[in-house]
């Protein structure tokens, strides 16, 4: 199955305040934000055999009244495979290891189906009436979000994950003209071109779609800038190449964020990688130790 994880890491690196004011809007009473960093993060083994554990995307907010906040975030494809009590080391390593800040555990989980079972929620233990342990995170279910009801929220971060909430099959294309919007209206141009791909992978758009798409944005008043944006840029055509700049661009910013300015190997390697290649190493770069390590064949 292919990880499209460092698809979503991508997102909360490009837009981690837009990100964190629609996950968390309750957090005025810290100020503004200040500073935000990406904090790298592997908790401690507690035995020698243990396997090697990482966490998704520690966030750290700095804010204007000296509280920090460490927002940690992991994106669950399948349920299946997300562990509560796992989640629990992650947060009680982070807690020690920041003290003074606030950790709030968050788990979004990107699939579009229902779900027959839940997941557990909430760990307990008592003693008489005392509460030895309370834990709980902060669930996000994208399916359990209705698109429609995100249409006009003026955050990019909504617009770009809309094709994974819920809607009928007969909204699809309204949910990617709004998508498509909403992210031309509120980022810059580069961001635009960046991910256009990401909604048009996670609302399954077919070549064979695209005209038809494209006659639909052309025929809504509110779309029709965009129609010609998208016609004068030459979507239609320039798409894969689009999409592999924007990941290039991504995996050198979150390399030179882990081990600082890249060597010239290292620019002309991620130069002339391939989509396979630059995927491949998008999904290593958070666990690796090296760049070596990073862009090993």
């Given amino acids: ?52 554990l990482s966490l998704d995307m520690p966030i750290l907010y700095t804010f204007e009244k000296g509280q920090i906040l460490l927002w940690l975030v992991e994106f669950q494809e399948d349920k299946g495979r997300f562990s509560i009590y796992k989640l629990l080391r992650y947060v009680t390593d982070l807690m020690e290891q920041y003290p003074d800040a606030r950790v ?30 309370h834990f709980e995170y902060i669930l996000l279910k994208l399916f359990d979000y209705n698109a429609c009801d995100y249409y006009d929220h003026r955050n990019p971060v909504v617009k770009i994950l809309l094709p994974k909430m819920n809607y009928k099959p007969e909204e699809r294309f309204e949910v990617i003209r709004r998508a498509y919007r909403g992210l031309f209206e509120l980022v810059p141009r580069t ?26 944005i052309t025929e809504q008043e509110d779309t029709i800038m965009l ?35 890249l060597p010239g190997w290292g620019k002309e390697q991620l130069a002339r990688a391939t989509m396979e290649q630059l995927d491949r190493w998008s999904d290593r770069v958070l666990d690796a130790k090296s760049i070596q390590a990073v862009l090993a064949e």
């Fill in 1 to 52: 199955m292919t990880s499209h994880d460092h698809n979503f890491k991508n997102v909360f690196l490009d837009f981690p305040k837009e990100a964190l004011a629609w996950i968390l809007p309750d957090i005025s009473d810290l100020g503004t934000i200040q500073r935000v960093d990406f904090v790298r993060q592997e908790p401690k083994k507690r035995r020698l055999s243990d396997g090697h």
């Fill in 104 to 133: 709030i555990p968050t788990v979004m989980f990107t699939a579009r189906n229902k779900w027959r079972t839940d997941v557990k929620r909430e760990l307990n233990s008592r003693l008489g009436n005392r509460d030895l342990l």
């Fill in 191 to 216: 961001m635009f071109e960046k991910y256009v791909d990401f909604i048009d992978v996670y609302a399954g758009i077919q070549e064979e779609e695209r005209e038809a798409f494209y006659r639909n």
């Fill in 227 to 261: 129609a010609q944006y998208i016609k004068d840029k030459g979507f239609q055509e320039g798409r894969q190449e689009g999409r592999q700049e924007g990941t290039r661009v991504f995996l050198e910013r979150l390399l030179t964020r882990r081990f600082g300015p």
